[in-house]
């Protein structure tokens, strides 16, 4: 008898470009890594920017994000060690901290400050910059703080833990959809931990753009039965337009952020702070500003 399998076969994303992050300063002098940078924002569509952070020191942390303004887009904050304080022009007040989320909705604009509620210690995490749809970029501003607990989890039986941020993964939705819920978005966040050497599997849209980043030990992305390609510490590996999974590799204590979305296939223009569709938009965006429109 021969086996059969009713099974659809999943063709697996390939790695197409390993990215080492490049490091800088923001804010009043806070030490990071820009991972995704203006070079990728087209590639990376709707994604503008990632920003990792990590350090034990205090002089790289505690300047911390006095008050900035931003139009146009979203920021995500995760947050795997510390704690920081979030003060917004639309009243918004939070404190994120170990392992929780914020993710707030610029819309038509906010100023805010980031300010870190600890003198030592680690501070470790990183920020997601999501484009919005043009139609949505002058949205109301809002703001969503997710404590660690109403993260949802999952843990496969090969032993990967995975915290679903937002997105769908096996069966089990994400915490955040959007904060304002803009318009409809099965954007992926996922944080994954190997608790054992072991494979996780993620179907993925071929056509969402998808990126992954290593920010413990290393990561292997498998792209055929016998055929992988190594994604380093602190790496992102940008993956391919092809196929409908994704399957990563590696042994026990990594741990990989997986990051996908729909792109919007629409024009980026970015000034600091702002990102719109035109430079009359973004014209636009310093003209209010600078004229306290920004603050209700
Ligand atoms: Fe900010």
Known sequence: MTATTTTPILINRRLEQLVVGRATRDGDGVKLTRVLTSDLQQRLDPFLMLDQFGSD?????????PDH????????TYMIAGRMRH??????QGLLQNGGVQWMTAGK???HSEMPEQEAGVMEGFQLW?????????????YRDIRSEEIPE???????????????????????????DAYPTDTLYLDIH????????????????????????????VEAPEQSQSVALHRMGILRNEGQQVQLRAKAGTRVLLIAGQPLHEPIAQYGPFVMNTRAELMQA??????GLFTP
């Open 57 to 65: 020191d205090p002089k790289d942390y505690g300047g911390g994000f």
């Open 69 to 76: 303004p931003h139009r146009g887009f979203e920021t995500v």
């Open 87 to 92: 003060q917004d022009s639309a009243g918004h």
């Open 109 to 111: 604009g906010v100023i």
């Open 130 to 142: 999501l484009n919005l749809p043009a139609k949505d970029k002058m949205c109301e501003p809002g």
């Open 154 to 180: 999952v843990l496969t039986p090969q032993g990967v833990r995975v915290r679903v941020i937002s997105g769908t993964c096996q069966g089990v939705s994400g915490a955040v959809k959007r904060a304002t």
């Open 194 to 221: 190997f608790e054992q050497d072991a494979v996780f599997e993620q179907p993925l849209n071929p056509a969402y753009n998808a990126f992954v980043y290593t920010y413990r030990s290393k990561a292997e992305v």
């Open 286 to 291: 310093v003209e209010d500003f600078n004229n």
